[in-house]
């Protein structure tokens, strides 16, 4: 068997673009470190619109946030509690790590706004292996990522090391990520080496040993067994997996952790105000809500 299970998204409309997310769900929690996969729109904003995400916080996970270049290529303000200000572009990957706590913004530019912004990419989060999840918060950004390329194929490599080519972004567990893009009659082989594995097409069409993948869908993947991705018009598919944790992982609103009262530590921090400020963005806050989206 190729595809172990598949999983469809919970679509969000946020009104001015969409977002699906595969991870969690009911049917898996966690792909490798992989605990929430979320994918957003291709879209053409109005002038005056974009991203607004008020400064919110994280505990015991890192964030990974990856553009698309092409048609719909845009960018994103991130600013967070550290003091870091880095303007995210497609080709850049921009790796947040909460270890003990974190707060950060994610903002359309100006100019973008003022032209009307264009979104497309992937948001996710990593799970912290045991023992290393409370280090110290930081941010990285690398455009140094490997591009692979044959068969009508070419794949860049976010983290770790896949078709022979290691990316040198932080890995806390063993991680793989990667953007692949197919040509018209483009095949290249997936890797059998991680713990777990998934694809997601985010764009175009593809099938994996044959059997074809469903758009924006997540398909878990037999392990130990080398498969071949193709697309006979073109496609962009994202692969992601690593290593398989052995300890659980609680997820509630920003916050995961493998301790259910350490996530009710940080709720009750952030209500009473205990985690820093973001410099530059010190004067909006999302506020718990009382039904997060995302528990599990």
Same mark, same amino acid.
């Given at each position: 068997?190729?595809?172990?299970?598949?999983?469809?998204?919970?679509?969000?409309?946020?009104?001015?673009? %969409?977002?699906?997310?595969?991870?969690?769900?009911?049917?898996?929690?966690?792909? $490798?470190?992989?605990?929430?996969?979320?994918?957003?729109?291709? &879209?053409?904003?109005?002038?005056?619109?974009?991203?607004?995400?008020?400064?919110?916080?994280?505990?015991?996970?890192?964030?990974?946030?990856?553009?698309?270049? !092409?048609?719909?290529? !845009?960018?994103?303000?991130?600013?967070?509690?550290? #003091?870091?200000?880095?303007?995210?572009?497609?080709?850049?990957?921009?790796?947040?790590?909460?270890?003990?706590?974190?707060?950060? *913004? /994610?903002? *359309?530019?100006?100019?973008?706004?003022?032209?009307?912004?264009?979104?497309?990419?992937?948001?996710?989060?990593?799970? =912290?292996?045991?023992?290393?999840?409370?280090?110290?918060?930081?941010?990285? *950004?690398?455009?140094?990522?490997?591009?692979?390329?044959? !068969? $009508?194929?070419?794949?860049?490599?976010?983290?770790?090391?896949?078709?022979?080519?290691?990316?040198?972004?932080?890995?806390?567990?063993?991680?793989?990520?990667?953007?692949?893009?197919?040509?018209?009659?483009?095949?290249?082989?997936?890797?059998?080496? &991680?713990?777990?594995?998934?694809?997601? =097409?985010? $764009?175009? *069409?593809?099938?994996?040993?044959?059997?074809?993948?469903?758009?924006? %869908?997540?398909?878990?993947?037999?392990?130990?067994?080398?498969?071949?991705?193709?697309? /006979?018009? #073109?496609?962009?598919?994202?692969?992601?997996? !690593?290593?398989?944790?052995?300890?659980?992982?609680? &997820?509630?609103?920003?916050?995961?952790?493998?301790?259910?009262?350490?996530?009710?530590?940080?709720?009750?921090?952030?209500?009473?105000?205990?985690?820093?400020?973001?410099?530059?963005?010190?004067? /909006?806050?999302?506020?718990?809500?009382?039904?997060?989206?995302?528990?599990?």
């Amino acid at each position: 068997m190729t595809i172990l299970q598949t999983i469809t998204p919970v679509t969000h409309d946020l009104g001015q673009f %969409e977002v699906r997310r595969v991870l969690p769900s009911a049917q898996k929690r966690m792909v $490798g470190p992989f605990i929430f996969v979320d994918q957003f729109d291709p &879209a053409h904003l109005a002038p005056g619109e974009g991203m607004g995400v008020r400064p919110h916080p994280h505990i015991n996970l890192a964030t990974v946030t990856w553009l698309f270049d !092409g048609e719909y290529a !845009g960018a994103i303000e991130h600013r967070d509690s550290l #003091g870091t200000f880095a303007t995210i572009r497609p080709g850049q990957v921009n790796l947040m790590t909460a270890g003990s706590g974190i707060v950060h *913004s /994610e903002r *359309s530019p100006q100019a973008e706004r003022d032209r009307g912004p264009s979104f497309y990419g992937m948001q996710t989060w990593l799970a =912290l292996p045991d023992g290393r999840e409370e280090i110290d918060p930081a941010f990285e *950004s690398r455009t140094d990522l490997p591009l692979v390329e044959g !068969g $009508g194929a070419s794949a860049r490599v976010i983290m770790g090391t896949l078709w022979g080519q290691s990316a040198q972004t932080t890995q806390y567990a063993a991680t793989i990520y990667a953007d692949i893009v197919l040509d018209a009659g483009g095949s290249l082989p997936i890797d059998a080496d &991680a713990d777990e594995r998934a694809v997601m =097409l985010v $764009g175009g *069409s593809a099938s994996i040993d044959g059997v074809q993948l469903g758009l924006y %869908e997540l398909a878990v993947l037999a392990p130990g067994a080398t498969m071949r991705l193709a697309s /006979e018009s #073109g496609a962009r598919v994202m692969l992601l997996g !690593g290593e398989a944790f052995t300890t659980r992982r609680y &997820a509630w609103w920003n916050f995961v952790s493998s301790s259910r009262e350490r996530i009710e530590q940080a709720k009750d921090d952030w209500n009473n105000h205990r985690f820093p400020l973001v410099p530059g963005d010190e004067h /909006e806050r999302i506020e718990i809500p009382e039904k997060p989206l995302t528990q599990a």
